[in-house]
């Protein structure tokens, strides 16, 4: 099958094209060229989509069998996909579950929740999605919308529950304690890049999807205090975890907090067993603790976890905490 990729660099879209060319496909990834090389054995056709009539013009010159759309974050860039790609057999657009926000009618959230974002990003997301529904239901146009939790992989890099920042673990690897929101005890998803892979590439085949929302996230999920004993696991040191309720966080003004505040202060866990159903390829098979292994690995490689002696804002807070409750620890 010819496949186009709009993207094929990023966290997720890397192992989307390394799968399928695993799987034979032929594929080619339509960028800028921003986010690196290809992955080997792939096409690159250079493409700015904001440049909407060359895009447009040029995507229906390729005559993709099936298309997957990583790097659409506005309905603008939903109708351009929808005007270049109306030929193809099957269309899936990388949403994500912050269309849903974090007010929550019944956990885990079904595809057919009400849609409550919060964000930008997630309300601009909400909006192309509306725009690739509203084509298909006049139109036919062959769109599935995938809706990933919290995907983590080598490029991305170990997300941590309070903040946009990686320090954490050279916090770990020197005995110092760590810092989460609250009890620690807000319930999240995971999932391996490489696993949510499988649920892109095997919905290409499966007309059936098509019209179709999915929830992408494995069935398992656990608290922020486990996600950060798991690392500890890892790196094989066990160090203090030090609880902080979530408006003292807000008002310490810690940097890239917003990911905290948007998500991962809250229970946000959603139901997958519409797509396990539909796209049985989706069986997801790196543990937690392999998947983590295998990014520290790369972030050691990479440089990319910096020195903790040298970031003076968790310990200031720690030490405050402590002050007005000494055994201050999530348990």
Same mark, same amino acid.
């Given at each position: 099958m010819k496949v186009g990729i709009l993207g094929g660099t990023g966290n997720i879209s890397t192992s989307i094209v390394k799968t399928l060319l695993r799987l034979g496909h032929d594929v080619t990834c339509v960028n800028r060229g921003q986010g690196g090389p290809v992955p080997e054995g792939a096409r690159w056709l250079q493409i700015d989509r904001h440049d909407q009539d060359d895009f447009e013009e040029s995507m229906q010159r390729e005559r993709f069998d099936a298309a997957i759309d990583m790097i659409c974050f506005t309905a603008g860039e939903a109708a351009s996909s929808v005007r270049a790609f109306r030929d193809v057999g099957l269309f899936v657009q990388c949403s994500t579950v912050c269309t849903f926000g974090i007010d929550y009618d019944w956990l885990p959230a079904s595809e057919d929740h009400p849609l409550r974002p919060i964000t930008d990003y997630g309300r601009n997301k909400a909006a192309a999605d509306a725009v690739y529904l509203e084509a298909h239901y006049r139109d036919g146009f062959p769109i599935v919308i995938i809706k990933p939790s919290t995907t983590y992989g080598p490029q991305q890099g170990l997300v941590r529950q309070i903040a946009w920042d990686y320090s954490w673990l050279d916090r770990i690897r020197k005995g110092k304690p760590i810092l989460v929101c609250g009890d620690g005890n807000a319930l999240h998803q995971f999932l391996y890049v490489d696993d949510a892979a499988l649920a892109f590439a095997g919905?290409?085949?499966?007309?059936?999807?098509?019209?179709?929302?999915?929830?992408?996230?494995?069935?398992?999920?656990?608290?922020?205090?486990?996600?950060?004993?798991?690392?500890?696991?890892?790196?094989?040191?066990?160090?203090?975890?030090?609880?902080?309720?979530?408006?003292?966080?807000?008002?310490?003004?810690?940097?890239?907090?917003?990911?905290?505040?948007?998500i991962f202060a809250h229970h946000v866990i959603y139901d997958p067993q519409k797509l396990f159903r539909d796209?049985? /390829?989706? *069986?997801?098979?790196? @543990?937690?603790?392999?998947?983590?292994?295998?990014? $520290?690995? &790369?972030?050691?490689? /990479?440089? *990319?976890?910096?020195? @903790?002696?040298?970031?003076?804002?968790?310990?200031? $807070?720690? &030490?405050?905490?402590?002050?007005?409750?000494?055994?201050?620890?999530a348990r």
């Amino acid at each position: 099958m010819k496949v186009g990729i709009l993207g094929g660099t990023g966290n997720i879209s890397t192992s989307i094209v390394k799968t399928l060319l695993r799987l034979g496909h032929d594929v080619t990834c339509v960028n800028r060229g921003q986010g690196g090389p290809v992955p080997e054995g792939a096409r690159w056709l250079q493409i700015d989509r904001h440049d909407q009539d060359d895009f447009e013009e040029s995507m229906q010159r390729e005559r993709f069998d099936a298309a997957i759309d990583m790097i659409c974050f506005t309905a603008g860039e939903a109708a351009s996909s929808v005007r270049a790609f109306r030929d193809v057999g099957l269309f899936v657009q990388c949403s994500t579950v912050c269309t849903f926000g974090i007010d929550y009618d019944w956990l885990p959230a079904s595809e057919d929740h009400p849609l409550r974002p919060i964000t930008d990003y997630g309300r601009n997301k909400a909006a192309a999605d509306a725009v690739y529904l509203e084509a298909h239901y006049r139109d036919g146009f062959p769109i599935v919308i995938i809706k990933p939790s919290t995907t983590y992989g080598p490029q991305q890099g170990l997300v941590r529950q309070i903040a946009w920042d990686y320090s954490w673990l050279d916090r770990i690897r020197k005995g110092k304690p760590i810092l989460v929101c609250g009890d620690g005890n807000a319930l999240h998803q995971f999932l391996y890049v490489d696993d949510a892979a499988l649920a892109f590439a095997g919905l290409l085949d499966k007309p059936q999807c098509i019209g179709q929302t999915y929830n992408l996230v494995r069935r398992e999920f656990m608290t922020w205090a486990d996600y950060h004993r798991v690392a500890m696991e890892v790196l094989g040191r066990s160090v203090e975890l030090v609880g902080v309720p979530f408006a003292n966080l807000q008002a310490y003004h810690i940097p890239e907090f917003d990911i905290c505040e948007e998500i991962f202060a809250h229970h946000v866990i959603y139901d997958p067993q519409k797509l396990f159903r539909d796209v049985p /390829e989706f *069986q997801p098979s790196v @543990s937690l603790a392999e998947g983590m292994a295998q990014v $520290i690995e &790369a972030m050691d490689r /990479e440089g *990319q976890i910096p020195d @903790s002696d040298e970031i003076e804002w968790e310990d200031a $807070i720690i &030490a405050a905490q402590k002050t007005v409750v000494p055994a201050g620890v999530a348990r």
